[in-house]
């Protein structure tokens, strides 16, 4: 990839992507919308190459949220099929050979199949060693459930009303020792969050682009980089204040 134009003192550590707009890219072919899910898985192998060469040291995809069950059950059954057969059993391999680590964000409830779990646990045992870009899948994951489950986590914990705080609270979210992602994108054109890692991107930079995830490749990857680089930010403090003291980490 072209990585010319890119700053590499100021790549972002985590970069969080919501990947929409698989249904519309199938029905402006008339095609079937799961032709658009096929597609898409393509678009994640080719974003995921882009994030390793970048050197990204997270990458964060939602896959599929707590919300997207309500979608008829023969486009939820193939979209599982994607994730767990194509992604996690045909892909696994050139992901590991690359040095991804895959881990999983999302709840590991009643709805999702045993067999799915069981591709999640093998990918995730497969790559675990692995030094290179994270990749996390964030699977039947939704931003409030996440906050939800940090809060029943600590009350079970038995942590004292007086001992809870933010550090607590994100010692309890899903993935440890997961940085806020520095940026946040969304494809196919819609200005929505949809419930992505709400507590996560307080600070985010987000870059909303109009290419639906199918046709997303490494250089559009490349080019919200560029974008991103060309944001100030702040953290609250005024614009003087960081120039004399840095970004803050
Ligand atoms: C994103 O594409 C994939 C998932 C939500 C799983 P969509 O299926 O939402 O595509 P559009 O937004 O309907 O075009
Ligand atoms: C968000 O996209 C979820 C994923 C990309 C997995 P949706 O297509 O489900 O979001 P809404 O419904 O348009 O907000
Ligand atoms: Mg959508």
Known sequence: MDTGGLDPKRMPRHVACVMDGNGRWATRRGLPRTEGHRAGEEALLDAAKGAVELGLEWFTVYAFSTENWRRPHSEVRFLLGVIADDLLTRRRDELHAMG????????????VPKWVLRRMDEAVELTRRNTGTTLTVAFNYGGRAEIVDAVRSLVAEGVK???????????????????DPDLFIRTSGEYRISNFLLWEIAYSELVFMDVLWPDFRREHLRQAVLEYQQRERRFGRTGEQRDQDGLPA
């Open 100 to 111: 991804v680590r895959i881990l999983f964000a999302g709840r590991r409830d009643w709805r």
């Open 161 to 179: 009303p007086s001992d809870v705080n933010e550090r607590a609270l994100r010692r309890h979210l899903y993935v440890q020792g997961m940085p």
